[in-house]
């Protein structure tokens, strides 16, 4: 059973000087499972072109000072959005940090005028998973991506 954090989480917007912490908690989730694909050093170098400009959001946990984690979505058509570069920190997995961030994030798509979220990921991550169903989302086919790591395509109908 997931122990809930004791102090409070705060969902707040990117701002560029959060770029480095939406690098790092991805750059530590990806080293630890995976490798760091091309694909990742670009978005996550420069997320404000590759992510904001095209229309996306992205947003960040934070506990006093502290960035915990990140969630991205991207914007792939008027009406669907990617849920992708999400990371929380090792010192605060299961404590409800990502479960806060996905309904953060379901909300936004909602106001953004979604009618989808998808995401891509790989079957490793089981609690990953277990989050995103818990969430709504349901295995779909699976037809590749550009991400190697990838093995597993969900969507949520919104």
Known sequence: MEKQIN??????????????????????????????????????????????????????????EDIVGTVSLIKKSEHSYELSKMAVTDKVQSKGVGKILMKHCIEEAKKLGAKEVFLLSNTRLSKAINLYKKSGFVEEHFDGSDYKRADIYMKLKL
Request: aromatic residues 14%; charged residues 25%; glycine residues 4%.
């Open 7 to 64: 102090t409070p989480v705060e969902i707040i917007d990117f701002l560029p000087e959060y770029q480095p912490a939406m690098k790092a908690l991805n750059i530590e989730w990806l080293e630890k499972y995976f490798e760091v694909e091309p694909i990742d050093e670009k978005v996550l170098s420069n997320p404000q072109q590759y992510i904001i400009d095209q229309g996306g959001k992205i947003f960040f946990a934070k506990i006093q």
